[in-house]
T-cell receptor, first 117, second 115 residues
Framework: AQKITQTQPGMFVQEKEAVTLDCTYD???????LFWYKQPSSGEMIFLIY??????QNATEGRYSLNFQKARKSANLVISASQLGDSAMYFC??????????????FGTGTRLKVLA | ETGVTQTPRHLVMGMTNKKSLKCEQH?????MYWYKQSAKKPLELMFV???????ENNSVPSRFSPECPNSSHLFLHLHTLQPEDSALYLC??????????????FGPGTRLTVL
């Protein structure tokens, strides 16, 4: 079975500091994708970053980087130089397969990040 | 319009009403998804469509009826809902077709309240 686990329900970080949000996953598929999404209080899920299972380098997008450790099955999100606008819910997700062989996405329970001024 | 749009953004309905949620994607994608997000519960996948064909129904009650007339539009028809159906309903789209970099993009959601 495919599963995403986020063990941190809530996190605090001081403005301008870096923060790491944890994500572990479980899958038996040799090929998969890992994603992070941000959900502000408005509700929209905003795509942040993607890591393919065969990618050799860790993904980076601006202040976001994904620390991919395949052997440990972890895909932690690192946000550098936190800003007040980073306060939101963050979801880790994995792309898996439906029973019909098409894609579906499995989400973790989320981590609520609060950036302190 | 760009990205994924959803209408209405907010909806209040009685248990005997019939209403529909609309989702439209302007990304040229071929897969579309409905999710339900209730307070303090994980995101729940409801339906998946690929090239207008339904490929996943995650044991959703029949009071929710999806419709995908083309790859750009997705509807969720609602009838005789229960108060526990109150939630944020999110639509998403992705490239589909087995692309190895397939990535979901979400709409802003419809916040539904059932009285």
């Amino acid at each position: 079975a495919q599963k995403i686990t986020q063990t941190q329900p809530g996190m605090f970080v001081q403005e301008k500091e870096a923060v790491t949000l944890d994500c572990t996953y479980d899958t038996s598929d040799p090929s998969y994708g890992l994603f992070w999404y941000k959900q502000p209080s408005s509700g929209e899920m905003i795509f942040l970053i993607y890591q393919g299972s065969y990618d050799q380098q860790n993904a980076t997008e601006g202040r976001y980087s994904l620390n991919f450790q395949k052997a440990r099955k972890s895909a932690n999100l690192v946000i550098s130089a936190s800003q007040l606008g980073d306060s939101a819910m963050y979801f880790c997700a994995m792309r898996g397969l439906t029973t019909s062989g098409t894609y579906k996405y499995i989400f973790g329970t989320g981590t609520r990040l609060k950036v302190l001024a | 319009e760009t990205g994924v749009t959803q209408t209405p953004r907010h909806l209040v309905m009685g248990m005997t009403n019939k209403k529909s949620l609309k989702c439209e994607q302007h990304l040229g994608h071929n897969a579309m998804y409905w999710y339900k997000q209730s307070a303090k519960k994980p995101l729940e996948l409801m339906f998946v469509y690929n090239f207008k064909e339904q490929t996943e129904n995650n044991s959703v009650p029949s009071r929710f009826s999806p419709e995908c007339p083309n790859s750009s539009h997705l509807f969720l028809h609602l009838h005789t809902l229960q108060p526990e159906d109150s939630a944020l309903y999110l639509c998403a789209s992705s490239q589909g077709g087995g692309a190895s970099t397939d990535t979901q993009y979400f709409g802003p959601g419809t916040r539904l309240t059932v009285l």
